[in-house]
């Protein structure tokens, strides 16, 4: 049994939902014991520190909430006290505080919430927390900022609320402690961490659950119930830096020996072993790893009944899971510890959906309707007693009244669960009968570590519809926090993915890759494709091809600007018909992965349906003001035959791009694709001829640079010149129009540049590793937009490259039309031996970080991921247009790298990583840079949403893909009529007193 799709309608998977709880629950019984339980929550309020307390306090919508989350974010890992005080001003700046101190750091002068905050933190820290668990000298250095070292204070304190214990012994004995309060509390023990980057930070992780089990077998009853005992949770991302479905293979033969030996642990202990749940792309590869471990259960520890997976009821297939578990259960005659979670990745899967342009969202988006789901599941897992011991994992006071409406029915055995440090209120309510029984979620680890999964918790809870937060907002009334969930909303509570930009222009569709269905369009389209040779046109005859094409500007330009739009929509969609095949093209010819080839494609039809809309936008007249009897309007109009360069690294979108922005302004083209991607671009052209645009409309002129090329700019009466590619071909191009007689000619120039990524040291590592990754070496670093040089804080400096280092060791190398390849070849021997030069000189004057080499015969031309580390920025001398990364460390004035990054000459894509807000506002505004990203890679620009283009070396601009950059395609005429010309302005006169 294989899962259905994860995008289907969202009303229609809730109907099925509805429709499986019918007659199960009426609502209004089920609930009805919340209510005591909520009045003796707000009639008895938790403490101060308490997530409802929190929530009431500090809101995360406003100021003073979103400065703590920043805070507990970030600071307990700054490591340098300067950028401490920085982060600490820059988020308590923006709450409501009343002054700054000569250092910077705000004052504590008002009664503003997070004042009481820091002083509530100055009170308490020296009862609870000894000067050593702050960050190593970070409280000496900072001894006068009463301010700073109080937040660390308070933050650290947080951190308390939220994990049981920074060691395994620590946190049993915490559990210990609550159990004396109430008996039947059990613990499942999560040491904090996130998703391994490198194989060392995977075993790191290995070794700490090893050592947890081994703590929690010690104080565990080997021969009672498995249930009763406490427990681990796991992370498989964690245990593998490659956990993706495209390293399937890979993830079963050395992640699968890593979780088995914990589950051979645990089942020797008797305590139980649950998977958590991830990433909705992750979900079908989590389902092999995890029936490969029940096999091997079945096999060597049938007795055991602790092995459990987490199951999120807000995923549009969460019913069809428990199906799915349930059949593995009884495949290998287990009894499987099911948790049911409502969700912890909702808003990233609503991102991931949007960008990827699916049909519909993986997950529900309205909060109701994953509570329907929710008691759905939890039917269904109390149904199956055979396969599956059910958990349910919930802060709602009616969901817990309604799953024991239904447990009591169903007479099955079960446990409630809640996170450590949240529900606390409702679930001392609930425990006061004797006969239920409650496991505790409970992280451990160090305050620094909990970053991302504190922020994840606070984001989930404070979100204005979560029952904690409403538990929290007294303004919110009894029947309005026990509404009924059981209610079909007939729409999604936001826009498809298909209509994100609005009515007015189609999101390009994708695929999702992790779907096999739609891997095997993919291949079947590569295997029965063959590329032929595409015959090279005579430069000789370039003067009769600008003859043809101006003869067409004649009729084209005065087609309406609506007809040349509609047929540049039939092309978009007749492209995104044609996906699979030129995908396929793009996989052979140019050398793509297949997630590149996906997006290249998209970005090729996102340009023509943008560029569509937008010609009909500009090339409307304009009215202008002026005096009575006289009209004044603005005109637009295309300019005549333009020549389109494009280059092999986006052979399909910047090909398709250019000739788009040319025809929707009334223009014809003379198209010359790069020499070593010419097959793509022909049938781009065929597939513009075979919607309607004019074959003359539109040439293809295939051949070199230095002929065809060259024959095409020398042309006398060409309108203008559109390039992208390197800045000396570029300057070429410019000096032979600059030598030409006649009109002034536009280029239009996209080239290169020496991009730069700033990191300072409130930047979170792994995010940092893996916008540095993506950016240097997707593509084969064959981007222009590509990360060549990376500025790091020298605080951070060792942990990061560290890091990189072995984040670049994990990427497959090899043939892109494998699914597994990360990178391939670069895209002939010409570059290969210019980029070997390269590398050969920064072995003797840098210092190599990356040793490795690329594997013996994958594929021709490939060059393994490079990375060097330099002095000092002016060392990066050019650009290497290949898999290069240049290192250098940075101290003191950020101000003052962006200084040195400017000075390179440069400008076209920057990175900067920093939690400090007014920092990245103040060092993007100083960047003579065309694109700047805060904390994210720098690659990827997305038509009509990052308009994408440099200055400097890198350009002339407009922007490619923004609303400014059809204007160079044309001609402005302004026409005014004088309208008293025939004796006078009748219709003044007529309005005459």
Request: charged share 20%.
């Amino acid at each position: 049994m294989r899962l259905p799709t994860p995008y289907r309608p969202e009303a229609e998977v809730v109907a099925h939902r509805l429709a499986a709880l019918s007659g199960a629950l009426e609502w209004a019984v089920a609930s009805a014991p919340a209510r005591p339980w909520v009045q003796a929550v707000r009639d008895n309020p938790p403490p101060f520190w308490a997530m409802e307390s929190l929530l009431r306090e500090y809101p995360i919508s406003s100021a003073e909430g979103l400065a703590l989350m920043r805070l507990a974010e970030a600071l307990l890992r700054v490591p340098d006290a300067e950028t401490a005080i920085a982060l600490t001003a820059d988020q308590l700046g923006r709450a409501d505080f009343d002054g700054m101190d000569e250092t910077g750091a705000a004052q504590v002068l008002g009664r503003s919430t997070l004042a009481k905050l820091s002083s509530s933190a100055i009170a308490l820290s020296k009862k609870f927390l000894p000067d050593a668990e702050a960050p190593q000298g970070l409280l000496t250095k900072l001894g006068a900022k009463t301010v700073v070292a109080a937040t660390v204070r308070a933050v650290q304190l947080l951190g308390r609320q939220f994990v049981l214990g920074q060691t395994i012994g620590d946190a049993m004995d915490e559990a210990d402690a609550a159990r004396k309060k109430q008996a039947q509390l059990t613990y499942s023990y999560d040491m904090l961490g996130e998703g391994a980057r490198t194989d060392a930070d995977a075993l790191n992780y290995l070794q700490s659950y090893k050592n947890a089990i081994e703590a929690i077998a010690a104080r565990a009853d080997k021969t009672g119930a498995t249930e009763k005992n406490d427990g681990i949770s796991i992370k498989l991302s964690a245990l593998h830096p490659r956990y993706e479905w495209t390293q399937r293979e890979r993830v079963l033969a050395e992640l699968v020996p890593r979780v088995w030996s914990l589950c051979e642990q645990a089942a020797r202990a008797n305590i139980n072993l649950t998977i958590d749940a991830e990433e909705v792309d992750r979900l079908e590869l989590s389902l092999d790893v995890f029936e490969a471990l029940a096999a091997l259960v079945a096999q060597h520890q049938p007795q055991w009944r602790g092995f459990g997976l987490a199951m999120q009821a807000y995923q549009t297939r969460a019913l069809e899971l428990i199906e799915h578990i349930a059949s593995i259960g009884r495949k290998y005659k287990l009894r499987l510890m099911c948790r049911l979670v409502k969700g912890a990745y909702w808003d990233s899967e609503i991102k991931r959906a949007q960008e990827l342009g699916l049909p519909h969202y993986p997950v529900f988006t309205h909060k109701h309707h994953t509570d329907v789901s929710y008691l759905a599941c939890a039917k269904a897992l109390l149904d199956a007693p055979d396969a599956i011991y059910p958990q349910f994992a919930t802060h709602n006071a009616a969901t817990i009244a309604a799953i024991l409406s239904l447990a009591a029915k169903s007479g099955n055995p079960f446990e409630l669960q809640r996170l450590h440090g949240m529900g606390e209120g409702v679930y001392r309510e609930v425990l006061k009968n004797p006969l239920i029984g409650c496991r505790v979620y409970a992280p451990v680890g160090k305050h620094r570590d909990l970053l991302a999964y504190l922020v994840r918790r606070l984001l989930e809870n404070g979100a204005n519809s979560s029952f904690v937060h409403q538990l929290a907002d007294e303004s919110v009334g009894m029947e309005e926090i026990l509404v009924s969930p059981l209610r079909l909303e007939p729409e999604s509570a936001f826009v498809l993915p298909p209509k994100l930009f609005g009515a007015g222009r189609k999101n390009s569709a994708g695929l999702d890759l992790e779907v096999a269905t739609q891997r095997a369009a993919l291949q079947t389209a590569f295997d029965n494709l063959t590329v032929p040779s595409v015959p090279e046109f005579d430069a000789k005859q370039a003067a009769s091809a600008y003859a043809t094409s101006a003869t067409s500007y004649k009729i084209w330009s005065k087609a309406p600007v609506a007809e040349r739009a509609a047929l540049l929509r039939q092309s978009a969609d007749a492209l995104e018909h044609q996906m699979p095949r030129f995908c396929a093209i793009l996989v052979k010819e140019a050398f793509k992965t297949w997630g590149d080839a996906v997006s290249e494609v998209r970005e090729a039809v996102d340009f023509l349906r943008f560029y569509a809309d937008e010609a009909e936008r500009i090339m409307a007249p304009v009215a202008l003001p002026g005096p009575t009897g006289e009209t004044n309007e603005l005109r637009l109009s295309a300019r005549g035959v333009w020549v389109c360069i494009s280059p092999w690294n986006f052979p399909l979108a910047i090909f398709m791009g250019q000739v788009a922005a040319a025809l929707a302004t009334g223009n014809t083209v003379l198209a010359k694709p790069a020499e070593q991607t010419p097959f793509v671009a022909l049938e781009a052209v065929r597939l513009l001829h075979s919607v309607g645009v004019p074959e003359a409309a539109v040439q293809l002129l295939h051949g070199p640079g230095e002929t065809v090329g060259a024959a095409l700019v020398a042309l006398p009466g060409i309108a203008g010149v559109v390039f992208t590619g390197s800045t000396p071909v570029a300057r070429t191009i410019n000096r032979a129009l600059a030598a030409k007689d006649g009109p002034i000619v536009p280029l239009i120039a996209e080239t290169g540049g020496i991009n730069a990524m700033l990191v300072d040291s409130t930047a979170l590592p792994e995010q940092v590793v893996d916008a540095v990754v993506q950016s240097a070496f997707r593509s084969a670093g064959q981007r222009c937009s590509a990360l060549r040089l990376l500025c790091v804080h020298e605080a951070i400096a060792d942990h990061v490259i560290e890091m990189v280092q072995g984040a670049a060791k994990e990427l497959v190398l090899g043939n892109t039309a494998e699914w597994a390849t990360d990178v391939g070849p670069v895209i002939d021997k010409e570059a290969f031996d210019g980029i070997q030069k390269h590398i050969q000189r920064l072995h003797s004057t840098a210092k190599p970080l990356l040793a490795q080499s690329a594997p013996a015969r994958a594929a021709a031309n490939l060059i393994a991921p490079q990375a060097f580390e330099l002095k000092q920025v002016s060392d990066v001398a050019q650009e290497i247009f290949g898999p290069v990364l240049h290192i250098v460390r940075w101290s003191g004035d950020p101000q003052a790298v962006i200084e040195q990054i400017n000075a390179l000459g440069y400008g076209l894509t920057l990175g900067i990583q920093t939690r400090i807000d007014s920092r990245a506002h103040a060092l993007a505004a100083a960047a003579h840079i065309g694109n700047v990203y805060i904390n994210r890679n720098i690659i990827g620009a997305v038509v009509g949403v990052q308009p994408f283009g440099g200055e400097g070396l890198s350009g002339t601009g407009p922007k490619a893909g923004g609303p400014h950059y059809l204007y160079r395609f044309c001609a402005e005429q302004t026409l005014t009529v004088n309208t008293t010309a025939a004796g006078g302005n009748a219709a003044l006169l007529a309005s005459m007193p």
